[in-house]
């Protein structure tokens, strides 16, 4: 699971403190996918970083009792000077996985040919992309974070292999999911939660989380 125990965090942006999270307690529990509603500019992404460990909390504590991802899309784990190859092989040691299965695994998904093997700097900010989802699905989590600031893969043939085998996940695994829009959520969660004003509602079902998101963006 992944729990949330009288977490506060807050921002400083030069004129006012931005509240993220305010004394906020919640749980995460395997099996349970969650998808949180959130009006952009109100800490989407400041959240699902907190989750995987990137930021820490300004008060409380994150307790993580299951192999959580890093969110899709986040760059910060690869290094630009070296290739795809070398990349997928050093993570996989990383997370105690085979790093001959994680490099195929990239080389299929990615489908970047002579490229895997040049640094990352050289890469396209599409093919960056294309290596970081492939990387996110080869290893082996019991519970992905997905965040959705996250880049769109433009590769038609990419979005539709990477698509299908991130819904084949779903059956097995657990997704955390931040949007703004309830129809993303529809596609990974029933459980859902509505980020605002520092709290967060945490619902049985996306479609209470929708009638109080409504709410908030007509009052």
Same mark, same amino acid.
């Given at each position: 699971?992944?729990?949330? *125990? =009288?977490?506060?965090?807050?921002? @400083?942006?030069? !004129?006012? #403190?931005?509240? +993220?999270?305010?004394?906020? !307690?919640? #749980? ?5 996918? /969650?998808?949180?509603?959130?009006? =952009?500019?109100? $800490?989407?992404?400041?959240? +699902? =970083?907190?989750?995987?460990? /990137? ?16 969110? /899709? ?19 996989? %040691?990383?997370? $105690? ?5 994680? *490099?195929?695994?990239?080389? @299929?998904?990615?489908?970047? $040919? ?10 396209? !900010?599409?093919?960056? !992309?294309?290596? &970081? ?15 959705? $600031? ?14 299908? +085998? /991130?819904?084949?996940?779903? %059956? &097995? &695994? ?8 309830? &129809? ?36």
């Amino acid at each position: 699971m992944l729990e949330f *125990e =009288n977490v506060s965090k807050s921002f @400083w942006t030069g !004129s006012q #403190r931005k509240v +993220i999270l305010d004394q906020v !307690s919640f #749980r995460v529990e395997l099996g349970r996918s /969650l998808g949180v509603l959130a009006p =952009n500019g109100t $800490g989407k992404t400041t959240l +699902i =970083n907190m989750m995987a460990g /990137l930021e820490k909390p300004d008060e409380g504590v994150i307790r993580r009792g299951c192999n959580i991802s890093f969110p /899709l899309g986040f760059m910060g784990g690869v290094i630009n000077r070296v290739s795809a190859m070398e990349n997928s092989r050093y993570i996989a %040691r990383l997370y $105690g996985m085979d790093p001959d299965y994680v *490099e195929a695994y990239c080389r @299929w998904l990615c489908d970047l $040919g002579e490229y895997f093997d040049q640094p990352l700097g050289t890469y396209s !900010s599409g093919m960056r !992309s294309r290596f &970081t989802f492939a990387l996110l699905l080869a290893l082996d989590f019991d519970m992905y974070l997905i965040d959705e $600031g996250m880049p769109s893969y433009t590769d038609v043939e990419f979005n539709k292999k990477a698509g299908a +085998i /991130l819904q084949e996940r779903l %059956r &097995t &695994t657990t997704i955390v999911i931040v949007s703004h829009s309830p &129809t993303v959520l529809e596609k990974f969660a029933r459980q859902a939660a509505v980020l605002m004003n520092g709290q967060l509602y945490m619902f049985d079902t996306l479609e209470e989380a929708k009638e109080l998101y409504d709410y908030q963006a007509q009052s």
